[in-house]
C-alpha cells in the first residue's frame, strides 16, 4: 500500500487548509503526523484509534477536524483557525496498527502571521 499526500500550501494566520491522503488499498488504521522545523515528529490526527474512537493532539483540539472516506480509503485534515506555530511538514501514516509502519511523502503547510 502507497499513501500519497496533497493539500499543502501557503496561508495567513487564521485560515484555512484542507489536507487529504489516499491509500493505494485497503488499510485499518490512517492518521496524521507532522514535522515542524528543528523539532520532532508529532502525532496529529486520527479518525480510529485503538479504542476506535477519533484522536486529536491536544493543540489541534477544536481547530482541527479529521475524517475518513472509506471508500476510497481516503483519511482528510480539515485545518481550521490555523496559527504560525502550525507550519509543518504533515504526513499521512497508515497500517493495521498504531504502530504505523507505512508512511506517505508529506505535504508542506505554512502559515504566516
Known amino acids: 500500500v502507497q499513501l500519497q499526500a496533497s493539500g499543502g500550501g501557503l496561508v495567513q494566520a487564521g485560515g484555512s487548509l484542507r489536507l487529504s491522503c489516499v491509500a493505494s488499498g485497503s488499510i485499518r488504521f490512517m492518521g496524521w503526523f507532522r514535522r515542524a522545523p528543528g523539532k520532532g515528529r508529532e502525532f496529529v490526527a486520527t479518525d480510529k484509534w485503538n479504542d476506535g474512537r477519533t484522536k486529536y493532539a491536544d493543540s489541534v483540539k477544536g481547530r482541527f477536524t479529521v475524517s475518513r472516506d472509506g471508500a476510497k480509503n481516503s483519511l482528510h485534515l480539515q485545518m481550521n483557525s490555523l496559527k504560525p506555530e502550525d507550519t509543518a511538514l504533515y504526513y499521512c501514516?497508515?497500517?493495521?496498527?498504531?504502530?504505523?509502519?507505512?508512511w506517505g511523502q508529506g505535504t508542506q503547510v505554512t502559515v504566516s502571521s
Open positions: 501514516a497508515a497500517g493495521e496498527s498504531t504502530t504505523w509502519n507505512l
